[in-house]
């Protein structure tokens, strides 16, 4: 009898496979003529070669309609395995950057911000430029999981400047990754929202994604990557020229930060206000200023950064 073993990679089998195997068992009311056992993270299929190569083309839907929205159950199965029509897409779906964990669809959600999509569609480097709250961070890392999901990059690299706000990194406990975890925060709670716990630890355990303070970043070359450096606004002239030139081929690099919010000592030029300033023509380099009105958090934000606007520029 015929034979062929096809493995899941980067997904959780038993989110796959269902409760007791309950997709699987599915799946195998299509395929009658054949003998289909799906254990660990493998399936072994057996009989006519006509009929394994009709299942590994249905398979590969279900595993790429997984990869998209992070879940399988009884009603997209049954869609899936009788639909001719498996790669219609409404433009409502072409908007939609990431689908998230729990169905979480993650797209634009003001002028701006599709304004960073649109841009990065054309560029390799972006600057985004705005205060709290606005959803430039969030944007760029879903532009970075969509790239990563699409295999237009091979990882993920995300770093921040570990710069004391008000506090002091000495004093808080831990080792060196407990006390700099904190500063990472921000960027572990937009992925958290896009990739699932399990295949999220799985990306980090390989290197996939990358979380590290700014200053790991020293001598190293990034290739074939999707790099965002966040907070930017904390670093100095020479910690942003050092991240912008380890830019290598094949690389996406967006630069997210608040002017309004530097923690760097008082006679210390921002890197970021400097950068602006210095690339602001070249080409290949776009630059996105997003305000209150992208502000996507609770009504009051909005009200506080106008407050504070008002008195910064009096």
Excluded: C, W
């Excluded at 002028?111 to 709250?133: C, E, S, V, Y």
């Excluded at 969509?146 to 990194?169: C, H, Q, Y």
């Amino acid at each position: 009898m015929n034979e062929r073993i096809i493995e899941l990679e980067e997904i959780a089998s038993n989110d796959f496979f269902g409760p007791h195997n309950s997709n699987i068992e599915l799946v195998k009311k299509y395929f009658p003529k054949l003998k289909i056992v799906a254990r660990g993270n493998k399936v072994k299929i057996f009989g006519d070669p006509l009929l394994m190569d009709e299942f590994e083309n249905k398979f590969e839907i279900l595993v790429k309609y997984f990869h998209r929205y992070n879940k399988l159950d009884e009603n997209s199965i049954e869609q899936l395995l009788t639909s001719t029509e498996t790669n219609r897409s409404s433009k409502k779906e072409k908007d939609v950057l990431v689908h998230g964990v729990n169905g979480r669809l993650i797209k634009a959600q003001t002028l701006n911000q599709q304004k960073m999509i649109d841009l990065m569609a054309k560029n390799d480097m972006l600057f985004a430029i705005g205060p709290a709250g606005t959803g430039k961070t969030y944007t760029a890392v879903a532009l970075a999981v969509k790239a990563l999901k699409n295999k237009e990059v091979r990882r993920i690299v995300l770093t921040r400047p570990a710069v004391e706000s008000g506090e002091k990194l000495g004093f808080l406990p831990g080792d060196m990754k407990e006390k700099l975890d904190p500063y990472m925060q921000p960027l572990y709670d937009a992925l958290r929202d896009m990739i699932p716990h399990e295949k999220l630890e799985g990306f980090i355990e390989k290197g996939v994604i990358q979380i590290a303070p700014l200053a790991f970043m020293r001598g190293r070359t990034l290739d074939n990557a999707f790099v965002i450096l966040d907070e930017a606004q904390n670093t100095t002239h020479n910690q942003m020229k050092m991240f912008l030139t380890r830019m290598g081929k094949h690389a996406k690099f967006i630069i997210t930060g608040d002017p309004g919010q530097i923690d760097l000592p008082r006679k210390q030029v921002s890197g970021l206000k400097e950068a602006i300033l210095t690339l602001k023509d070249l080409k290949g380099i776009a630059m996105v200023y997003l305000d209150e009105k992208d502000v996507i958090r609770h009504r009051l934000v909005k009200t506080i950064i106008k407050a504070y606007k008002s008195i910064e520029t009096e």
